[in-house]
């Protein structure tokens, strides 16, 4: 059918398919912060009113919400995150490094993240839970799962948000520009792909057969923002490889508990696709987000983000 596509079976791409959408980010990212009803979410977020609500049904759909009616005030219901999307937590300390190495963000530039466990302040590690070992990409290869096939995925085709994330009226966008570069399932599943080896454009249609205009422009796009490094390697006609950058590498971690988290909740029943393997000390991969001063793993209910003089936020 023409709506639809055949992929290699992914958690990220299914996860992608559920949440890898700029807006949706944007409203659980809001609803974190406890924005959560929807004129406020209307106002912190610039989109539509029809958007908006959109959005709303759909992670409603797919469990990442819940709507709950307020006492007194039936039409002013409130939207609460579920056990689904909270367990996003891992996910959303990694895209909060990334932004923070990469990026002057001033919001982060004022906050710190606290670990009660340990009582002081932190940043958010990726380590093995086999070995306790530091993870990078490099140290990780992919075989097959039991649950290796080929997806059905809709198209979904959309052009890239006229709007940019630096209009977007919200003061709590802690990580913006990583919204901005994975807010587009597309270009996320290119960036992912390239964690696992793929690099030229042949190679990435067969792997993600998008029309080619649409494959060329998220590669033109991600290149735009250094998250990719084009290296000719043939010319007459000039033919690239596209090399992941250091800016690009350090999104591992973001990728990998996406992964996880796509395991564990957006599966078919038949087991996962794949089974990533760290070299390091030759398990198979449970990667954990962890304190950098205690090396205990972070749970949402043991950390605070403090600014400067007093708690901004305290995860119940």
């Keep these: 059918m023409p709506n639809l596509l055949r992929t290699r079976a992914s958690s990220i791409n299914r996860a992608l398919d559920q949440i890898g959408d700029k807006w949706c980010?944007?409203?659980l990212q809001e609803i974190f912060w406890g924005v959560n009803t929807f004129n406020d979410l209307l106002a912190a977020s610039g989109m539509s009113r029809g958007v908006l609500s959109q959005r709303l049904q759909w992670l409603q759909k797919i469990d990442c919400?819940?709507?709950?009616?307020?006492?007194?005030?039936?039409?002013?219901?409130?939207?609460?995150l579920t056990r689904k999307s909270n367990e996003l937590y891992p996910n959303a300390l990694a895209a909060l490094s990334w932004e923070r190495a990469f990026f002057n963000t001033p919001?982060?530039?004022q906050v710190s993240?606290?670990?009660?466990?340990?009582?002081?302040?932190?940043?958010?590690?990726?380590?093995?839970?086999?070995?306790?070992?530091?993870?990078?990409?490099?140290?990780?290869?992919?075989?097959?799962?039991?649950?290796?096939s080929q997806d059905i995925r809709e198209?979904?085709?959309?052009r890239r948000s006229s709007i940019s994330i630096v209009?977007?009226?919200?003061?709590?966008?802690?990580?913006?520009?990583l919204i901005h570069i994975v807010g587009d399932r597309w270009t996320a599943n290119i960036v992912a792909l390239g964690f696992h080896g793929i690099k030229r454009f042949d190679e990435f249609h067969k792997e993600l057969p998008v029309a080619t205009n649409i494959l060329a422009d998220r590669l033109r796009f991600l290149s735009e923002e250094e998250i990719f490094i084009p290296t000719r390697y043939q010319s007459r006609p000039d033919r690239f490889e596209y090399i992941l950058s250091?800016?690009?590498?350090?999104?591992?971690?973001?990728?990998?508990?996406?992964?996880?988290?796509?395991?564990r909740w957006c599966g078919t029943g038949n087991g996962v696709p794949m089974i990533p393997q760290h070299l390091n000390c030759g398990f198979d991969l449970t990667?954990?987000?962890?304190?950098?001063?205690?090396?205990?793993?972070?749970?949402?209910?043991?950390?605070?983000?403090?600014?400067?003089?007093?708690?901004?936020i305290k995860s119940n």
């Design 25 to 27: 980010l944007l409203i």
């Design 155 to 158: 198209k979904k085709v959309r």
């Design 167 to 177: 209009d977007i009226p919200s003061n709590r966008l802690v990580y913006k520009n």
């Design 246 to 263: 250091e800016k690009g590498l350090a999104l591992y971690p973001f990728f990998i508990t996406l992964l996880q988290w796509g395991d």
């Design 113 to 148: 993240l606290v670990h009660k466990t340990c009582g002081k302040p932190f940043s958010p590690v990726l380590r093995c839970q086999q070995c306790a070992s530091q993870v990078y990409s490099m140290d990780v290869r992919y075989a097959q799962g039991p649950g290796h």
């Design 287 to 312: 990667a954990n987000m962890c304190c950098d001063q205690c090396n205990q793993g972070l749970e949402a209910h043991d950390v605070i983000l403090v600014e400067r003089k007093e708690p901004l």
């Design 107 to 109: 919001l982060l530039d």
């Design 65 to 80: 919400l819940k709507k709950v009616s307020q006492a007194g005030k039936p039409k002013r219901p409130i939207y609460h």
